[in-house]
């Protein structure tokens, strides 16, 4: 394998998926030119394929920065609601 593919690989965080994986929470904008969308779903279609339960959402005409109060009252809200109180979640403004 060549060595750029292999350190690709290793730091890829699909790399690393597996069944025993916690719940997670996918976030991105899908103008994003920073880290392209379809990064968000190959990551999120390999977590469905190991059976993990995943969320994504997906910030219509949005950026890398998700720094909006917009969107982070989107992203606060679904954490509360659905963490049965496990998860304290709060944004510094």
Known sequence: MDNTLFIINQTSPITYVTTDNSPFLIVHGNKDTVLPFSQSEMFSAK????????????????????????????IQKHILVNSSNCLTFTFET
């Open 47 to 74: 977590l469905i394929e190991k059976k993990v339960i995943v969320k994504s959402i997906v910030i219509e005409e949005g950026n890398h920065s998700l720094g909006t109060k917009k969107v982070k009252a989107l």
